[in-house]
Structure formats: structure tokens, C-alpha cells
């Protein structure tokens, strides 16, 4: 019987590759294990793969009678309907702890670093396997995609590290070149609807009881999406009542000036006015130097609710 690994729902790079990655080494130590995903792919993601011969991992939206290791996140939230349905065993994240529970003991491997992927690389090491020059040049793009080329506040010593050495498992000699080109390719809007953009970083938080959705795109220039400020938020007020949300943030971070535009929408916008300590303008406020959901964002605001 096979095992899936998988990351969160509106996979990004790190779920992706993380399921590349560790499927591979848990092969190499005996395993049978199939990298999948929860929804369709990014154009970020699909520029690491075509980059890197990697293989578009399967589909799996069901798990329940399964066994599967899980990347990228624990809250339960994030993954599949019938996850609880599933036997876990293991975990390979670099988020806060949620709270997903299981029946038996199981690996984890959760680090406070920049991406999964480091963390993946970690294991790797741990076990003494060789990673394959694709699948480095893989993990390698997915921890730059994370740290947004080490800008980061979430980027650590062991992120560059870890970079450094799979760019040279991958012969790739100006891996922060190759990065830019990512970004650059991420900060494509044109043809994207207002949905596709509220959604392409997506993730869901259960703060207390209240539901807080948090999109974040990562960009060369936000100032490519000033017309269409207005669509953005309209789309945002349709997906806080259709999903049920307390409050809808949208964060449009500017990888060069090196901060993000927060965008609201709430049933109490005071709460992140003081989670911030600035006050709206228009629903809208440029937050200096934040660049990590995972680090900026979801800490000062969950403790309003």
C-alpha cells in the first residue's frame, strides 16, 4: 500500500516540492511513498518544474483510509475534509504548531526555519542520502520562493546554508538570478481575475472561533495592481460572506521596497488597526518591512481575537 505526501490547500512552491522531495528520500529509505496535492498549481510552481524536469505531483482531495506523511502546515484547516480519517505518520512543517491530532506516535520534524524544504534537507543529511541535482534545484527555488530570496525575516542561517549547498548539487552558479526570474514570473496579474488573485497564496485561520482568510502576493512592483484595487476588493467582500469570514486580509508585498500593503476587509477592523498599530485609509494601510504572513501577520493579529 502506498503512502501520500502532501502539503496544504492552494498549494504553493514549498507544498509542492516538498512533496517531491520527501517522497524521494522516504523511497530511498524503503518506502513506498506518491507526492500529491490538493489543488492545481501555481505559476511560480510550474516555472520550478519545467525549470527542473519535475513531474506535476497527483491529485488527492480524499484521504481517509489512507496513510500519509504531511508538509508545509498542521492545521487542520488546510487539509483535506476527511484528514482525520487518515493515519499521519509524519509531519516535515516550519509553521506554528496547530491543531491537527493523531491516533498513533509519528515522525515530526518541525523546525523554526524559512521553508520546509530546509527542513526536508535536514532529513536528507540526517539520513545520508544524495539528493538528485533535479530535486535540488527544486528545493533550492522553494526555500528562495519562502525566504523571498533571503529578505525575509523568517530566513535563518540554515535556510542560506541549505540553499547554497543544493545550488551546487544542482550546478547552479547565481542561484539568486535564477530567483528573480521566479519572481518575476510570480508577479504576472494580467490575466488573472480578481479570484485568482484573491486566492493564489490563500490560506484560512480559525482565530477563537472567528474565521480570518489571509491571502499574500508576492511581487516585483505592486503598483501593477493600483487600477485594479477596487475589483480586489469587491472580490474580497464576496469571499468573506461566502466562506463565512470575521475578516479577509489581502497582503500585496513588494519584494524590492521590501514591504506590503495590507488590504481588509472586516466585521471589526479595529482589531487589526490595533494588531498593527496604524489606522486604515480606505481599508488599506503600507506596513513597512513585513514580508511573512507566518511571522508578521498571524502573531499580532490572533491575539486580538
Not at 522516504?26 to 519535475?54: H, M, V, W
Amino acid at each position: 500500500m502506498a503512502t501520500y505526501i502532501f502539503g496544504h490547500r492552494t498549494p504553493d512552491s514549498d507544498s509542492i516540492v516538498g512533496a517531491i522531495s520527501l517522497s524521494y528520500l522516504k523511497n530511498q529509505l524503503g518506502e513506498n511513498c506518491i507526492p500529491a496535492r490538493q489543488g492545481e498549481i501555481s505559476a511560480e510552481t510550474e516555472f520550478i518544474l519545467e525549470k527542473f524536469d519535475g513531474k506535476l505531483p497527483e491529485l488527492k482531495t480524499s484521504v481517509a483510509g489512507e496513510t500519509v506523511y504531511i508538509v508545509d502546515s498542521t492545521d487542520k484547516i488546510h487539509f483535506q475534509d476527511d484528514i482525520d480519517e487518515a493515519t499521519i505518520l509524519g509531519i516535515f512543517d516550519h509553521h506554528k504548531l496547530g491543531d491537527l491530532t493523531t491516533s498513533t506516535p509519528l515522525e515530526a520534524w518541525i523546525r523554526p526555519v524559512g521553508c520546509s524544504n530546509t527542513v526536508i534537507k535536514e532529513a536528507y543529511d540526517h539520513y545520508g542520502v544524495a539528493i538528485p541535482k533535479d530535486i535540488a534545484g527544486m528545493m533550492m527555488m522553494a526555500i528562495l520562493s519562502d525566504t523571498v530570496i533571503f529578505k525575509s525575516p523568517t530566513c535563518t542561517k540554515v535556510d542560506t546554508k541549505a540553499v547554497k549547498e543544493l545550488a551546487k548539487i544542482a550546478g547552479i552558479e547565481d542561484y539568486k538570478a535564477l530567483g528573480m526570474e521566479m519572481f518575476i514570473v510570480k508577479s504576472a496579474v494580467d490575466d488573472s481575475s480578481a479570484r485568482e488573485l484573491n486566492t493564489r497564496d490563500y490560506k484560512a485561520f480559525d482565530m477563537n472561533g472567528s474565521m480570518v482568510g489571509v491571502n499574500q502576493l508576492e511581487m516585483i512592483d505592486i503598483s501593477a495592481l493600483d487600477d485594479r484595487k477596487e475589483e480586489i476588493f469587491k472580490d474580497m467582500q464576496d469571499m468573506k460572506e461566502e466562506k463565512g469570514l470575521h475578516t479577509m486580509l489581502v497582503l500585496l508585498t513588494d519584494i524590492m521596497k521590501e514591504g506590503s500593503q495590507l488590504l481588509c476587509v472586516s466585521d471589526d477592523i479595529s482589531k487589526i488597526e490595533k494588531a498593527f498599530g496604524k489606522s486604515m485609509r480606505g481599508d488599506e494601510v503600507w506596513l513597512s518591512g513585513v514580508l511573512s504572513r507566518k511571522k508578521q501577520v498571524i502573531p499580532v493579529v490572533q491575539p486580538l481575537f
